[in-house]
């Protein structure tokens, strides 16, 4: 009983979070999903677009070029860990959503991976009719609540962003059970936590086999872009709206390049 009122403090205090940095942005957001979104702050977000850019190739690239050599069963097994973890976000915004099919669906294959595919290392569901969706998130959650995306930002390492899915990266985070259960001082599982690492090795690799996966396509469209960063903006832009919308919008999304 004592580890339990130790916890809620917790979990009210990261909910806490995230409604009051709601209660602050979406306002410059207004609740406009077809509002179009503006880059309020292009000189900053240029500036850190450069700055990622310069990382990129410093580490992260040279990082994911190295990674790329793994034998494929290798590189297969990561994705679907970190794919089968994602579930524990996916899942709660499915619900949110009113998506019960969906959220069915996620945790069916949750369940199935983590047991029969040992911690998700293999991806049975998917042989038993449980196809994988694309994820849903916090952000996503927003824009289907009807608020607009506000302004278009650019942050450091995580990349292109904008306000409403600013915000919805710290709900990702701090109401994420996988992160509940791994990081700080919080004994959700077994009465003991999964450790930091954990959470941060994850995350690392999630980051990693992604950056591997699209190495070429990256390098093809900073070749043929005349404006690399104009470019990522409107990609990114696609993509967001097309996820908000479930795959319904008007638009191309020409992220799909991104694997």
């Not at 998130?137 to 289907?144: E, I, R, S, V």
Request: aromatic letters at 10%.
């Amino acid at each position: 009983m004592y580890k339990l009122k130790m916890l809620m403090p917790f979990k009210k205090r990261e909910i806490y979070l995230v409604l009051i940095l709601a209660m602050l942005f979406l306002p410059l957001n207004t609740i406009n999903l077809k509002a179009e979104t503006k880059d309020c702050f292009e000189k900053l977000n240029r500036g850190v677009f450069q700055l990622n850019m310069v990382l990129d190739k410093a580490l992260f690239k040279p990082i994911a070029s190295g990674y790329s050599y793994l034998p494929y069963p290798i590189k297969k097994g990561v994705r679907n860990v970190t794919s089968n973890i994602s579930h524990t976000v996916t899942i709660p915004n499915n619900l949110l959503q009113g998506n019960i099919q969906g959220a069915l669906n996620e945790t069916g294959r949750f369940a199935v991976n983590t047991t029969f595919g040992i911690f998700g290392i293999f991806d049975p569901a998917s042989k038993l009719g449980l196809k994988k969706n694309d994820p849903e998130d916090y952000g996503q959650t927003l824009g289907a609540f009807g608020v607009g995306p506000g302004c278009y930002v650019m942050l450091p390492i995580l990349g292109p962003s904008t306000i409403r899915d600013s915000i919805g990266v710290v709900g990702n985070t701090l109401l994420d059970p996988f992160y509940l259960s791994t990081v700080g001082d919080r004994n959700m599982l077994l009465d003991n936590n999964l450790g930091d690492r954990t959470y941060y090795i994850e995350e690392g690799f999630e980051k990693v086999d992604f950056r591997a996966r699209n190495l070429e396509t990256f390098d093809d469209l900073e070749k043929n872009s005349i404006d690399l960063y104009s470019t990522v903006r409107s990609l990114y832009l696609q993509r967001r709206e097309n996820l908000v919308n479930n795959g319904t919008s008007s638009e191309d999304d020409d992220w799909k390049d991104f694997k």
